[in-house]
């Protein structure tokens, strides 16, 4: 079984400046990837990062970067340089990678980001 | 290109009535996700299509619920005699999904809001 835990129920930041949402996991797949979403007040889901277990170096997007460390089994997105636009519920997930069969998401319970002027 | 597709965005309906949601995936992408929505359950997996493989209906919380691909495309997930916990937003989600190392992410849709009174 998978778990993902976001402690932060909601967060707020100035803008331009950087924030990071706190995600850790658990599993007891040896290969397995790491997500992060963003859902606007609109509702639609936007895939915003992927870390894989394997990887090396952590994964940047942009003003995305994922602090994947391993051991802690923590998958923190930082997003820098906030924006208005930012401000959305941040949903971490993970799959697990086991050759064939589902790779079904297991999310978080969220954290909401609200960028202030 | 056309991301994913679904219909209809709202759907208010009487308890007991059933109810077909519709999803059309990315082009090319052979793997197709179900998700609903709620408020006391955050994001739950319901069923997941891979190709010509039967489904994965692990996640479905009742034989109330079904859902078909046809032609490796377009999926519909009907939900037989409504009942009010049933309402929630269902998001469908796409992936191209192959043998090689890549990233897995998912694409999702809308998502079709329902209401059962």
């Known amino acids: 079984a998978q778990k993902i835990t976001q402690t932060q129920p909601g967060m707020f930041v100035q803008e331009k400046e950087a924030v990071t949402l706190d995600c850790t996991y658990d599993?007891?797949?040896?290969?397995?990837?790491l997500f992060w979403y963003k859902q606007p007040s609109s509702g639609e889901m936007i895939f915003l990062i992927y870390?894989?277990?394997?990887?090396?170096q952590n994964a940047t997007e942009g003003r995305y970067s994922l602090n994947f460390q391993k051991a802690r089994k923590s998958a923190n997105l930082v997003i820098s340089a906030s924006q208005l636009g930012d401000s959305a519920m941040y949903f971490c997930a993970m799959s697990p990678f086991r050759g064939t069969g589902r790779r079904a998401l297991t999310f978080g319970s969220g954290t909401r980001l609200q960028v202030q002027p | 290109g056309a991301g994913v597709s679904q219909s209809p965005s709202n759907k208010v309906t009487e308890k007991g009535k059933d109810v077909e949601l519709r999803c059309d995936p990315i082009?090319?992408?052979?793997?197709l996700y179900w998700y609903r929505q709620s408020l006391g359950q955050g994001l739950e997996f319901l069923i997941y299509f891979q190709g010509n493989s039967a489904p994965d209906k692990s996640g479905l919380p009742s034989d109330r619920f079904s859902a078909e691909r046809t032609g490796g495309s377009v999926s519909t997930l009907t939900i037989q005699r409504t009942q009010q916990e049933d309402s929630a937003v269902y998001l469908c989600?796409?992936?191209?999904?192959?043998?090689?190392?890549?990233?897995?992410?998912?694409?999702f849709g809308p998502g079709t809001r329902l209401t059962v009174t």
């Open positions: 082009s090319g992408h052979t793997a």
């Open positions: 989600a796409s992936s191209l999904e192959t043998s090689v190392p890549a990233s897995y992410e998912q694409y």
């Open positions: 599993t007891s797949d040896p290969s397995y990837g």
């Open positions: 870390q894989g277990s394997y990887d090396q």
